[in-house]
C-alpha cells in the first residue's frame, strides 16, 4: 500500500525570490500603491501584449471597474454565462446593470455563441466572454455576432498566459479582467488587473481604482501641496499594494514555465485516463494555448458512483477535487430576484452536478499525478 498522500487541488508555488520581493518592498518604507505595482502593470501589459494595465485589489473589483468605465449602469444589460465563478454576473449587479445569462458548450465550459443572437436586444452594452479554466472563449465567433456597439469585457481571471490563434487573453476585447487568486496561474494573494489597449479607458480605471481622484493630463504640472485633487467621479478604494505587486512581478516571471509544467501534466491526464468511459475530458481545441488554471473533466450518467460520491472517496485517498465552477443561475441570491427555473441553463445545470476539477498545479511531483491517476482508474 502507499502511503498516506494529501494533494491539495491548487497550491501556490513560491520560492525565495517571493520572500527576498517582499523583503526589499517592506525595507523601502513604501509598501502601498507605488514603484512596484507600477513595474507590475509594465511587465503584465508587455507580456499579454496589450497597451495599458491597471492593477486592482481582485479580479472581481477589476471587473467592477471595467464595467463603471465603460458607462455601463442601470438599465444596461450585460450577457454572461451562466456557468462561472459568481463574482463575474455580481460585477454586473454592482455596476446597477441585469446580467443576461447564455448557456455554455459542453466540452469547453465556454460561453455558446450560437446562443448569443437571442440574449441580445437593445439594452445589450457589453458581454463578459469569461476564459473558463485558461481555455479562451470562442472570440471568433464572438465578434461575428455580438455588434459592434457592444462592449466586450474578457474574463480572463482564469487565463494568464492564455492565447488564442496566437492573440494573448486580454488582447481579444475591449477590455480584459484578470485574477491573482491563489487558485489563478499566479498570485499575489488577492489581486486583480486590467489590461485595455484603450487610454481613455485605461484613465478612468485609474481614477476610479482610487477614490475618483483625477490625474494630471498627462505632461501636465501635477497639482500644488496645498491642494488635493479634485474628485469628479463616484470611485472606490480598489488598489493593490506594493508588497503584493513585488510578489506578482516574481510570479509573473514564471508564468510561461508554470504553464508549460502544467500543460505536459494535463496532456499526460487526457491520455492516462483516456481509457475511463465515464470520465470526459476537457476539450484541447486546435490553435488554443490553454493556460490550464484547472483540469476539469465530467463524470457521466453511467459511472460507477455519483460525482459527489466519487469526490468523497478521492478525498479519503487524500485526493482533493472540486465541482468545476458554479451555475450562477441556480444559487439562491440569483434564483430568488430572477426566478431562474433550474431547466434554464440545462449545459450548465448539468456541469454543476457532473464536472470535478482534479488536482493539477505546480507544487505537484509525478508521484502525485500518478496517485491521482490510479485512484481513478480503481473505480
Ligand atoms: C476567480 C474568478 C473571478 C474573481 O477573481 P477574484 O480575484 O477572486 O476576485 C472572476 N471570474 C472568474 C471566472 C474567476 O475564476
Request: hydrophobic share 45%; net charge negative; proline share 7%.
Amino acid at each position: 500500500m502507499s502511503a498516506p498522500r494529501s494533494i491539495p487541488i491548487s497550491r501556490p508555488s513560491f520560492s525565495d525570490e517571493e520572500w527576498q520581493a517582499v523583503r526589499e518592498t517592506l525595507e523601502s518604507g513604501w509598501i502601498i500603491q507605488g514603484p512596484r505595482v507600477k513595474a507590475f502593470e509594465e511587465a503584465f501589459a508587455r507580456r499579454h501584449r496589450v497597451q495599458h494595465a491597471v492593477a486592482a485589489s481582485s479580479g472581481t473589483t477589476a471587473l467592477h471597474l471595467a464595467l463603471q468605465a465603460l458607462d455601463v449602469g442601470p438599465g444596461d444589460e450585460v450577457i454572461v454565462p451562466a456557468f462561472t465563478w459568481v463574482a463575474t454576473a455580481n460585477a454586473v449587479l454592482y455596476a446597477g446593470a441585469t446580467p443576461v445569462f447564455v448557456d455554455v458548450c459542453e466540452g469547453t465550459y465556454n460561453i455558446d455563441c450560437a446562443q448569443i443572437p437571442a440574449a441580445l436586444n437593445s439594452r445589450t452594452r457589453a458581454v463578459i466572454p469569461v476564459h473558463l479554466f485558461g481555455l479562451c472563449a470562442d472570440m471568433r465567433s464572438l465578434g461575428s455576432v455580438v455588434p459592434a456597439e457592444v462592449r466586450v469585457i474578457e474574463d480572463a481571471a482564469c487565463a494568464a498566459g492564455a492565447a488564442c490563434h496566437g492573440t494573448p487573453a486580454g488582447a481579444q476585447g475591449h477590455v480584459a479582467c484578470f485574477s491573482f487568486h491563489p487558485r489563478k496561474s499566479i498570485t499575489t494573494g488577492e489581486g486583480g488587473m486590467i489590461l485595455t489597449a484603450d487610454p481613455a479607458v485605461a484613465r478612468r480605471i485609474r481614477q476610479l481604482r482610487n477614490h475618483g481622484l483625477r490625474e494630471a493630463e498627462p505632461g501636465a504640472l501635477p497639482p500644488p501641496r496645498t491642494q488635493l485633487a479634485e474628485v469628479d467621479v463616484l470611485g472606490f478604494n480598489y488598489r493593490l499594494t506594493d508588497v503584493q505587486a513585488a510578489i506578482g512581478l516574481v510570479q509573473l516571471a514564471k508564468l510561461d514555465q508554470f504553464i508549460v509544467e502544467r500543460a505536459e501534466w494535463a496532456c499526460w491526464y487526457a491520455r492516462e485516463l483516456a481509457d475511463i468511459p465515464w470520465l470526459r475530458m476537457p476539450d484541447r481545441p486546435d490553435h488554443y494555448d490553454h493556460a490550464w488554471q484547472s483540469f476539469v473533466v465530467v463524470v457521466a450518467e453511467d459511472a460507477p458512483l455519483l460525482r459527489d460520491d466519487l469526490m468523497a472517496r478521492l478525498q479519503e485517498k487524500g485526493i482533493a477535487t472540486r465541482p468545476g465552477t458554479h451555475a450562477i443561475p441556480e444559487l439562491a441570491y440569483y434564483r430568488a430576484r430572477f426566478g431562474f427555473r433550474r431547466d434554464q441553463f440545462p449545459v450548465a445545470s448539468r456541469l454543476l452536478a457532473r464536472s470535478m476539477a482534479i488536482p493539477l498545479h505546480n507544487r505537484m511531483t509525478p508521484d502525485d499525478y500518478r496517485y491521482v491517476v490510479e485512484a481513478l482508474h480503481a473505480f
